[in-house]
Nanobody
Framework: QVQLVESGGGLVQAGGSLSLSCTAS????????MGWFRQAPGKERDFVAA????????YYEDSVKGRFTISRDDAKNTMYLHMNSLKPEDTAIYYC????????????????????WGQGIQVTVSS
């Protein structure tokens, strides 16, 4: 059983930066593909970014490409999401997730493929 804990959320002005961390325990972190998802009020949980179990491949939702960077440090059992040029529409609860179910690139973008989820952390971008 893998436990995931997000940290680093908060309030930031539009155009600012924020970094999220997701620390895992209870499993072999390096064997899991990891992802970030977000859920705004009244909306479904949407894919943001994913990183393969090896760290070699990443994938981003179109609206965050060039602004967000996903990375992982297996020695620290931690995944990161560095967010730049934040916009009010980035406001949401952000969730990290882990899975051993992934495709040829070693990652997946589907919420249904992820087995373990963090509790979520609020990111608020003010205009």
């Amino acid at each position: 059983q893998v436990q995931l804990v997000e940290s680093g959320g908060g309030l930031v002005q539009a155009g600012g930066s924020l970094s999220l961390s997701c620390t895992a325990s209870g499993g072999t972190f390096s064997r899991y593909a990891m992802g970030w998802f977000r859920q705004a009020p009244g909306k479904e949980r949407d894919f943001v970014a994913a990183i393969s179990w090896s760290g070699d491949n990443t994938y981003y939702e179109d609206s965050v490409k060039g602004r967000f960077t996903i990375s992982r440090d297996d020695a620290k059992n931690t995944m990161y999401l560095h967010m730049n040029s934040l916009k009010p529409e980035d406001t949401a609860i952000y969730y990290c997730a882990a899975t051993k179910s992934f495709g040829l690139l070693g990652l997946t973008v589907s919420t249904y493929d992820y087995d373990y989820w963090g509790q979520g952390i609020q990111v608020t971008v003010s205009s």
